[in-house]
């Protein structure tokens, strides 16, 4: 039975290490490898040390690229944690229509990226889109939106905040597992509604708001779609997110070998982050059963 | 403050929330329905007169829209298939079956959860293209047939959550019946986690549905193109045909809406199962 086990065992995991291997090891590695080579398609690589690396210290693009993205990072994030967090808590109140409510919210979530993309074009529209549609009619002053260097990035963060469904999710459910005698302690000591947030919910939120911290970031670091469809990276380079440079290096510019270094180094960069989110962590996530696992 | 107006407020919060989450889709659906001439007036207009159907078929026509649906389920229905079946496999042998190694296994794999696309994107392009098969689906729904490859790791993970609430007397009983751990899987553990394999296939199946960047990468003729990337050429092609942009784009979000309807219940809990793990 024992050695019966270990060969189904081994069988049945076959895909999946396979997949492991051919799908992430592989390509790692050759990428680790094309990192250090000029390579070109058609063409052999040549090997040249660290020299995409110190290229890129000097590529302004690279700079403009990694900037782009961390504002866009900055700002979307913590603009999507607070506005599902904040429906989130609404949510919990015992409402009435409580599906219909978050069916609602949940909505932009299912919109396939390129449709997103198309909407927002058309909503963005400095002419006759949706915004400025309504802005002209409160008498309010227009925006060029994604058509201007300066106001380029913050729309497509207003964007990214639409879709807030997946986070919103993901609170509430955490919301729905504070325990409730806590919520009572503190109405019998005498503390409101604030209090209750203050010293109940938002101290037993903060693992929910450190995992949706992380996958926001992770995820927000490889923005790619908008700059693709929306803006190619302008104007004047002003949404020319990480991902979508890496792009152009490597399928407009064939420069696979520099591409490849720029994909390392996101990925260095995202496990630097994620890094030291952890060790941050340490000093404000609060986790109730630590010794449990 | 007393207690109705406060629920009032809080009725009034939510309101004041909806009204620009739903604000988008108003105009999508309005512009999709409108004729040019009524696009372009100040102050804009909401309903749109006469309601112009034909913007839905003209734009779904002048492009093989049909097409793009078909060659996207077809990669769809592949992918979710291999994602399934090979994830939920290796689930049941890193829960219900010992061997030597296999925690270590399973955390390694796990890594790749973590790892960002952008890393084995060239080599991966690079392989297939060697291979031969680019302009194929085999990029897009090979690495489904092995667990999903990558970030698919965390749908075996789920799974492997899920099986370890099922008794394993269960099992047990049916190894002295005499029934090999294949039969055991097939008939004893996936028949009871009905509800983790339905939303494992809800979101395999919106994640290759909505995919763009691997579409883009892959495919090159138009007969081969999927929905996403139809409607990017289509975008690029009729730039200012605001009222064909609107139908395709409704057209295709259309699917995805209707399918959330029919099984609500099944997302809302994936996305709490997704959101629980940590």
Redesign the interface.
Known sequence: ?RR???R??????L??????L???I???A??AF?SLTDWR?GAAPVYVGLGNYTAMAGDELFWKSLTTTTYYTLGSVPLVLI?SF??AV??N?R?RGL?V????????T??????NV??????F?P??G?LN??L??GGLPTSQWIYAESTAVPSLIIMST?AFG?TM??F???LQGVPRHLYEAVSIDGGGPLRRFWHVTLPMMT??I???LVVGV?GT??V??QA??MTEGGPNHATLFY?YY?FRK??NESE?GY??A???T??MI??VV?FLLFRNARRWVYYEMAGAR | MTRGPRRLLLYLALLAGAVPTLLPFVWLVRSALMRDAQMFVAPPEWIPSPFQWSNFSEALTTQPFGRYFVNTLVIAVVSVLGTVLTCSVAAFSFSRLRWRGRDVVFALLLTGVMLPYAVTLIPTFVMWQRLGALDTIAPLTVPSWFAGAGGGVFNVFLLRQFFLTIPFELDEAAYIDGASPWRVFWTVVMPLSRPAIIVVTIFAFIGTWNDFLGPLLYLQSEENYTLSLGLASFQSIYLTQWGYLMAASAAVIAPIIALFFLLQRYFIEGVTLTGIKN
């Open positions: 039975m019966l086990e270990t189904w065992g081994i069988l049945m995991a895909p999946a290490i396979l997949g492991f051919i799908f992430t592989g390509p790692m050759a990428s094309f398609i506005v904040a429906v609404l949510l109140q409402v599906s409510w978050r069916t609602i919210f949940y909505l932009p299912l919109v396939p990226a390129i449709a198309v909407l927002w074009i058309w909503i529209n002419d006759f949706l549609s309504l002209r009619q639409w997946n999710v993901i509430l459910a955490g693992p929910t450190f995992y949706n992770v670091f490889q790619f779609n693709y469809v991902v890496l490597a399928f696979m591409a490849s720029l994909a390392w996101l990925f995202i496990m994620t």
